[in-house]
């Protein structure tokens, strides 16, 4: 079966609810009516029996009604409270004086039903005659020695009538108010799911040619322009994402193209113009150093691509970082020896964190490394270790060639480099900050830079201790 649309859902609950609601008031009322008009007629028979019965005089066992005949009310009162009326004597169970209306519909009570009414207090009976229903009302009199029984009634006719055009009324009434309601909802449904339906439009039109696109938000601030600029924040950062990617893919053909035309200038003029082993061996020297160099920048990337998929699991074991960063310093100290560049290394002992110790490591050589990199000769690295306020602190300052100011903020983006053309660009294609942030982060760290063009760096990492 096809799945109803939103639109024709919403009219149906609405509709439903609205009958619902309709028919539930109208039994409601119609109950209130019913009752309210029972009591009311049952009210009006008592008064009415216990008027008449003051009109009531026996003169020789024959019931009369005296009242003043020039009295209007009197005599209305008299005309319709005899409408419908018997007088028996209990003693024998005769009938002694009853209204034509009675005697026409043929009721009368037998010797039993008058013993039982005499005997239990006054009732009310409704029977069920030719001319609808008719309520009698019981009362006993005495008078000359003598038990006699009044029955006064009243036709039920004109209340079932006014209950049965009343039910006649709601039988059509409930039915329109459910349609009109249907129709109204239809239609405002219609009206509300217009620009949903405006959205949806646009939506499908947007492809990752057309990120830039945006939906339109009327001003209204309803839940449609909340939808419809959550989806524009979406796309932004969505657009933001792709051009990253366009950006990182460029950036890769680019490093990877440079390394690769080197090497294939290198093999060409060695075939071209080499001819001792002594020359190839140069040459292919040269060659293996653009390996390295190649291979380290893919396993970079590599190591990148699977940290920001989420596929590297980061340890949570204690890591002595005093330890950790004083052994480093001591490794690479020959490396910056021979660039000229003395080290330091001024660690508090004990200093234990909760982390990853490959990647802690790593973030320690990639910024030592970094150091000695952009350190002229002549230069110092000084490292210190300390604990401050629940964290771990990592401050490594050097007097190299400094960061420009407009730099600073790119420099943990995926191949940037400050300035190519300073920095050795053979030696680095920029990917070594991104993994450090990336680590730092995930350790729940912070990382800061201070730099200053042609006075050196210093960057400042926090990571918490073990508590
Ligand atoms: P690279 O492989 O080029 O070192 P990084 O991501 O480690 O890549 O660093 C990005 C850029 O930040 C570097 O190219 C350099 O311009 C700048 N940089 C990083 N560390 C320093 C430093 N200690 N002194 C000066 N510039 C630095």
């Not at 005949?69 to 024998?92: K, L």
């Not at 009243?154 to 009324?169: D, G, N, R």
């Not at 210093?458 to 508590?467: A, D, G, K, Q, T």
Request: charged share 20%; with cysteine.
């Amino acid at each position: 079966m096809k799945p109803l649309t939103l639109r024709t859902k919403l009219t149906l609950f609405y509709s439903i609810t609205v009958s619902v609601l309709l028919t539930g008031f109208a039994l409601m009322y119609y109950r209130v009516l019913s009752v309210g008009l029972d009591q009311a007629l049952t009210q009006e028979l008592m008064d009415r029996t216990s008027g008449l019965r003051g009109y009531l005089r026996f003169e020789e066992g024959q019931p009369i009604f005296t009242y003043d005949a020039t009295d209007p009310d009197e005599v209305s009162f008299i005309n319709s409270a005899t409408r419908y009326y018997q007088v028996y004597e209990i003693r024998n169970g005769t009938l002694l004086a009853e209204s034509d209306e009675l005697r026409a519909l043929g009721v009368e009570y037998s010797a039993e039903d008058l013993t039982r009414y005499i005997q239990e207090p006054p009732s009310l009976i409704d029977l069920q005659t030719d001319q609808g229903k008719l309520r009698l009302r019981n009362e006993a009199v005495a008078a000359e020695g003598e038990v006699y029984l009044l029955v006064v009634g009243t036709s039920l006719q004109p209340m079932e009538e006014t209950l049965t055009s009343f039910i006649k009324a709601l039988a059509w009434l409930i039915p329109s108010g459910v349609l009109l309601a249907a129709f109204a909802s239809w239609f405002m449904a219609g009206k509300a799911l217009q620009p949903v339906a405006a959205l949806g439009k646009a939506a499908g039109e947007i492809a990752v040619s057309s990120l830039d696109r945006r939906l339109p938000v009327r001003g209204t601030n309803d839940e449609l322009d909340q939808l419809a600029a959550q989806f524009n924040g979406t796309l932004a950062r969505l657009e933001k994402a792709v051009e990253e990617m366009k950006h990182f893919t460029a950036s890769i053909s680019h490093e990877l193209r440079t390394p690769l035309a080197v090497l294939r200038g290198e093999a060409e003029i060695a075939l071209m113009q080499a001819n001792s082993t002594e020359q190839y061996q140069r040459v292919l020297g040269s060659q293996l150093e653009e390996f390295e160099k190649l291979t380290r920048m893919i396993n970079q990337l590599l190591i990148l691509a699977r940290a920001e998929s989420g596929d590297v699991a980061i340890a949570n074991e204690p890591v002595n970082i005093s330890s950790m960063t004083q052994s480093l310093a001591e490794q690479l100290e020959p490396v910056a020896a021979s660039k000229d560049v003395s080290i330091s290394c001024n660690c508090d002992p004990e200093v234990i964190l909760r982390g990853d110790a490959a990647w802690v490591e790593r973030i320690i050589l990639n910024l030592v490394d970094n150091a000695i990199k952009f350190t002229p000769p002549g230069g110092h690295v000084q490292i210190k270790v300390s604990r401050v306020d629940g964290d771990a602190i990592l401050d490594l300052a050097d007097d190299g060639i400094g960061i420009a100011p407009e730099a600073v903020p790119h420099i943990f983006e995926r191949f940037y480099r400050a300035d190519p053309s300073r920095s050795n660009r053979a030696e680095g294609a920029g990917l070594g900050l991104s993994l450090v942030k990336w680590a730092v982060d995930q350790h729940r760290g912070s990382i800061q830079v201070q730099s200053s063009l042609g006075r050196g760096t210093r960057f400042i990492v926090r990571l918490p201790l073990l508590s």
